[in-house]
Nanobody, 124 residues
Framework: QVQLVESGGGLVQAGGSLRLSCAAS????????MGWFRQAPGKEREFVAGIKWNDDSTNYGESVKGRFTISRDNAKNTVYLQMNSLKPEDTAVYYC?????????????????WGQGTQVTVSS
């Protein structure tokens, strides 16, 4: 089992930046592939970014490429999402997720563990 707790959300103006953190506890953190997803009201959950546990390979959703960066610190059991050049359409609840699968995953069903989410609101 692994427990995930997100933090760092808030209100920011368009063009601004935020960094989300996801603190993990429980099983060995480095054994997981980690991901960030988001869900806006009335919309489906959307893949944002993922990072592998063993070589830090990453992948991103098309809407955030070039603006968001995912990283991890296994020593701190923490994964980060640096969000730059934020847009109002980035407004959503952001969720951290963990998967036992080694390959990078974009589908939420491939992630077995989820945090409670943190709200990000971008004003225009």
């Amino acid at each position: 089992q692994v427990q995930l707790v997100e933090s760092g959300g808030g209100l920011v103006q368009a063009g601004g930046s935020l960094r989300l953190s996801c603190a993990a506890s429980g099983r060995t953190f480095s054994a997981y592939t980690m991901g960030w997803f988001r869900q806006a009201p009335g919309k489906e959950r959307e893949f944002v970014a993922g990072i592998k546990w063993n070589d830090d390979s990453t992948n991103y959703g098309e809407s955030v490429k070039g603006r968001f960066t995912i990283s991890r610190d296994n020593a701190k059991n923490t994964v980060y999402l640096q969000m730059n050049s934020l847009k109002p359409e980035d407004t959503a609840v952001y969720y951290c997720a963990a998967s036992l699968l080694e390959a990078l995953r974009r589908v939420g069903d491939d992630y077995g563990y989820w945090g409670q989410g943190t709200q990000v609101t971008v004003s225009s």
